[in-house]
């Protein structure tokens, strides 16, 4: 192993370094306690002086440094300096990527389920969205009786006071059914499930929760409310920013100027663009333009009264027939010294024997799905159009390493109602709750037709296209097919691991992803996790 030279430093510059740095002699070393503009202008600096990242920052970032006060942190260090770079490189050079060396962590609460779509859009950002399998929505919320449900301000505020009225009041009868067929679910499943022997009243619980929550989450609106974590670059917010201030939904807008105030807190270099009006401005404008644009063009060609063709839950619109020649000669391409068009010549004279063996070796001994084969894998893709209720379409979209296109809300495509409903002799008052969203959805869809999806429960069906190569869609099928899944993505799963074996003829492939399951919708789907769950904490 290489030796690493350590630089020298004064005991004043050690003292210094020891409260951003977090070592002062290896090659390998985090920044804390500073700016993200600061971290960000450091790098971009970094990239070019010969100096090393320590001894930039004594050199050329430590002119504010107060050192005063708490020896721990100073958060003012080198920031008049970083503000000044990032105007030089943002505006002088045009280096876009300077913005994704400094990142932010942000808490977004009380978003529609619309609204968590729009903000959780960018590939290049993480997600974590609170999730109805774990919290109940029965409840109303302390100091104000309401239930946890977006109320859009032009509606309620509308000159057509019934209608605001009319909202709140269908918003609360659905809420009010889910809270009255949570307990009635909850003893079905008690009922019907026996509770294993092995485990203990806290696991079969919990799991016992979830599927009521499953079963009933179908209820919900799309005005219900979530909260979001967001952790993204600079560059990351700026593109979310720009595409949420051009959105026709009003809660849309209004949460971007909330986002960019809090954010300018911690990154405002980073954001100087978004509301200039030839930079961000024009952008967003340019975004709207071309929406606007392609509703009147689609409006033109398309007449509403159009018929709409059946469709099964999951259908394969495109693939290569090709596909698994050409893995074949991505796999071996790396292993080779050949060009690859005389590669993939030899690979199509080859027998079906040897392309298997190839496509095993480079699969390997897949312990478990975790286990990922390369990037051969994204030589070939997929397109599914897909016809599945909300809720499914909610956790499927948040898959960002794929294309994913979605149509408008609307209660048009009908509902799914889960089996468990029915055999604990609620489906007739959840149909109701359906008739319910679908009238508001119509009453909404005239005057306010951006806002009327807030009416549309999660049961009722949306249309998405997804498109992925071979290596998404292995991490997507085999996540989203396990049994602790939900059932409506789960069958989604199944259908598209399906069409890649029959519909596209691509076996090998197919038969590479060999964690997906296949098998019937469990009893309980939480029952495995919850085990896990408890055995961590015991282990603990």
Request: glycine share 6%; hydrophobic share 40%; with cysteine.
């Given at each position: ?416 109602r889960p089996e468990a409903v029915e055999s604990a002799g609620a489906a007739e008052r959840f149909d109701e709750a359906m008739t319910r969203s679908a009238e508001l959805y119509e009453a909404l869809s005239g005057p306010f037709p951006d806002d009327a999806s807030y009416a549309v429960s999660l049961a009722y069906r949306i249309r998405f296209v997804m498109q992925m190569n071979a290596r998404e869609a292995m991490h997507l099928i085999e996540l989203r097919t396990t049994p602790q899944g939900h059932p409506a993505y789960r069958l989604v799963g199944q259908e598209m691991h399906r069409l890649i074996a029959e519909e596209a003829g691509h076996p090998a492939i197919a038969e590479m992803m060999r964690f997906v399951d296949n098998s019937a919708e469990p ?18």
């Amino acid at each position: 192993m290489s030796v690493y030279v350590a630089e020298d430093f004064s005991a004043d510059e050690a003292d210094i370094l020891r409260r951003y740095f977090t070592n002062l002699d290896g090659p390998v070393f985090a920044l804390v306690n500073l700016p993200e503009v600061v971290k960000g202008a450091l790098f971009a600096r970094y990239s070019r002086s010969p100096k090393s990242l320590r001894r930039l920052f004594l050199d050329e970032f430590v002119g504010e440094l107060d050192i005063t006060g708490d020896a721990s942190i100073d958060a003012t260090v080198g920031l008049r300096r970083a503000e000044e770079l990032y105007d030089r490189v943002f505006f002088e050079y045009g280096d876009d990527s300077v913005a994704q060396l400094g990142g932010v962590h942000l808490a977004c609460e009380q978003a529609s389920n619309l609204l968590t779509k729009i903000l959780e859009w960018g590939r290049l950002m993480a997600y974590l969205e609170q999730s109805t399998r774990y919290i109940a929505y029965d409840a109303r919320l302390p100091n104000t009786g309401r239930y946890r449900y977006y109320r859009p301000p032009e509606v309620l505020q509308s000159e057509d006071h019934k209608l605001g009225t009319r909202y709140v009041g269908d918003m609360d009868r659905l809420f009010d059914t889910y809270a009255e067929l949570l307990p009635v679910l909850v003893d079905h499943f008690r009922d019907t499930i026996a509770k294993d022997e092995a485990d203990s009243d806290f696991v079969y619980r919990q799991a016992i929760r979830a599927k009521a929550f499953d079963s009933l989450r179908g209820i919900l609106p799309a005005a219900a409310q979530s909260n979001v974590g967001i952790y993204g670059t600079g560059q990351g917010y700026e593109a979310l920013l720009l595409r949420m201030r051009s959105h026709p939904l009003p809660e849309s807008r209004a949460y971007a100027d909330l986002m960019l105030a809090e954010l300018r807190k911690v990154i405002p270099s980073f954001l100087k663009r978004v509301d200039l009006d030839d930079r961000g401005v024009a952008w967003s404008n340019y975004f709207e333009g071309s929406r606007t644009a392609m509703d009147e063009v689609a409006a033109r060609l398309f007449p509403t009264d159009l018929d709409v063709d059946p469709a099964p839950v999951v259908t394969l619109v495109d693939h290569d027939p090709d596909a698994e020649v050409k893995l074949v000669t991505s796999a071996l391409y790396s292993h080779l010294s050949l060009p690859e068009a005389q590669i993939e010549a030899r690979v199509r004279r080859m027998g079906t024997a040897d392309r298997i063996a190839v496509l095993r070796a480079y699969e390997g001994d897949r312990a478990n799905r975790r286990h990922k084969p390369g990037r051969a894998l994204e030589r070939s893709s997929y397109r599914f159009d897909v016809l599945a209720d909300y809720g499914a379409f909610r956790d499927l979209q948040r898959h960002r390493m794929l294309t994913i296109e979605w149509q408008k809300l609307t209660p048009h495509h009908g509902y799914t109602r889960p089996e468990a409903v029915e055999s604990a002799g609620a489906a007739e008052r959840f149909d109701e709750a359906m008739t319910r969203s679908a009238e508001l959805y119509e009453a909404l869809s005239g005057p306010f037709p951006d806002d009327a999806s807030y009416a549309v429960s999660l049961a009722y069906r949306i249309r998405f296209v997804m498109q992925m190569n071979a290596r998404e869609a292995m991490h997507l099928i085999e996540l989203r097919t396990t049994p602790q899944g939900h059932p409506a993505y789960r069958l989604v799963g199944q259908e598209m691991h399906r069409l890649i074996a029959e519909e596209a003829g691509h076996p090998a492939i197919a038969e590479m992803m060999r964690f997906v399951d296949n098998s019937a919708e469990p009893e309980l789907e939480r029952l495995q996790a919850e085990r896990r769950a408890e055995n961590r904490r015991l282990g603990r």
